[in-house]
């Protein structure tokens, strides 16, 4: 029998593992052994989704609404993105600036694809989304990390900015609110900013907001919306957080016609359109007023109150108070170096794997998204897990 060398391409071999869906499949290998496992490590909200939505999924389902789709989107869809743009950013994105994607994940390739030349410099504020570091390197630029940390609430200042910007920077990449830290960024602090950028014209934006009805603080600020900004943007925004559509996959984004374009162009030989029935129900989900999901973002203002008080209490961690999201990101960088129950605790990745062990538990490594001191758990969880996950940590640590 011929033995078959693994001819795997390099790029692949290369690439990281997402750590979140690392973690959520060894909580649901441990389940699948019996054990209790509280798994906090996804960001997914627990929510059903909402039946005006499912009502409208329904009806293109009696509608026929089974053929290919446009590749960049159906037009009503693409106008219903351009009307919620305008209404809760006050940006102005015509029909051929929009592009409709297979999940905002996708919207984030489709980009660094079209934009990114071999040696290209992006500039990821760390923490950052554990994608955006891989979708770089895959269209094969260079990720550029800036640290940050909780004394800052994990938010780059334009100094920051300014010392992280070579000859070779083409990008910046970052979300707000952020994932996985929660922070948000102010209007005033995006025009920190946005005032080093003018100094550096060929300098693009990607801004991940795909978080921003989860919002704590009031009125959620886009960067695009700041002078000089908009014709340098990628908005990338998208309905499976604040919709609770996580499996429906309904990403897009709003920007100059010429990369709208060639994120289409790209789009048409990989994946083509989105889910039809997906996008039907998408147009559903985007008229409704903001209102109609205020439910779902006030009981994750409630919970994060709750987890804030809860790991207060527990020794060695330090927080702060996420504006935004559905995370909490401590700094558990006390507990490195310390032996707890006789195992050894050197960086966050021990830390998380010690809690789904002995508490089982399941957090995700600050490591995966740039934060070696930390690790992010989301509270997309009942009040009842988040309780007793948090019992279980105190217990352990």
């Not at 999924?57 to 009307?83: R, T």
């Not at 504020?125 to 800052?152: C, H, M, N, Q």
């Not at 991940?208 to 000089?228: L, M, Q, T, V």
């Amino acid at each position: 029998m011929v033995e078959i060398k693994n001819m795997l391409s390099e790029r692949i071999t290369n690439m990281a593992t997402s750590a979140t869906l690392a973690m959520a499949a060894k909580a649901r290998e441990l389940r699948g052994q019996g054990k209790d496992i509280i798994g906090l490590s996804l960001g997914e909200p627990d929510f059903d989704i909402p039946d005006f939505i499912k009502e409208a999924a329904k009806k293109a389902i009696d509608d026929n609404y089974s053929s290919y789709s446009p590749v960049d989107g159906y037009a009503d869809l693409k106008q219903a993105i351009s009307n919620k743009f305008k209404r809760d950013n006050h940006l102005e994105y015509g029909l051929n600036q929009i592009v409709v994607s297979t999940g905002a994940k996708q919207s984030l390739a489709n980009v660094a694809m079209v934009m990114l030349n071999k040696g290209d410099e992006v500039i990821l504020p760390a923490p950052y989304w554990v994608s955006y570091s891989d979708i770089v390197k895959l269209a094969e630029g260079v990720p550029v990390e800036v640290p940050t940390d909780i004394e800052s609430d994990f938010k780059m200042t334009p100094g920051q900015l300014e010392k992280a910007i070579t000859p070779k920077t083409r990008m910046l990449w970052f979300s707000s609110p952020c994932n996985p830290s929660g922070s948000v960024y102010s209007k005033e602090e995006l025009q920190g900013l946005a005032a080093v950028l003018r100094n550096h014209p060929d300098i693009f934006v990607v801004s991940d907001e795909i978080y921003e009805h989860i919002n704590f603080r009031g009125r959620h600020e886009s960067i695009a919306g700041i002078d000089g900004m908009y014709e340098r943007t990628i908005t990338v925004n998208g309905v499976s957080k604040a919709f609770a559509m996580t499996g429906w996959r309904i990403g897009y984004i709003g920007a100059p016609d010429w990369i709208a374009k060639a994120c289409t162009k790209f789009q048409g030989q990989i994946t083509s359109g989105a889910n039809a029935i997906a996008q039907r129900a998408t147009i559903a989900a985007l008229e409704a007023p903001v209102s109609k999901i205020k439910y779902m973002i006030d009981e994750f203002h409630k919970r994060r109150d709750l987890i804030l008080s809860l790991l207060g209490e527990v020794e060695g961690f330090q927080l702060n108070v996420p504006e935004g999201a559905f995370y909490v990101f401590p700094d558990i960088s006390n507990f490195f170096g310390r032996t707890l129950n006789g195992t050894t605790i050197n960086n966050a990745s021990d830390f998380a794997i010690y809690l789904l062990e002995h508490a089982n538990v399941a957090t995700v490594t600050g490591e995966a998204f740039g934060n070696p001191n930390c690790i992010r758990i989301s509270y997309a969880a009942s009040e009842k897990e988040i309780r007793e996950a948090v019992a279980r940590i105190k217990a352990v640590v």
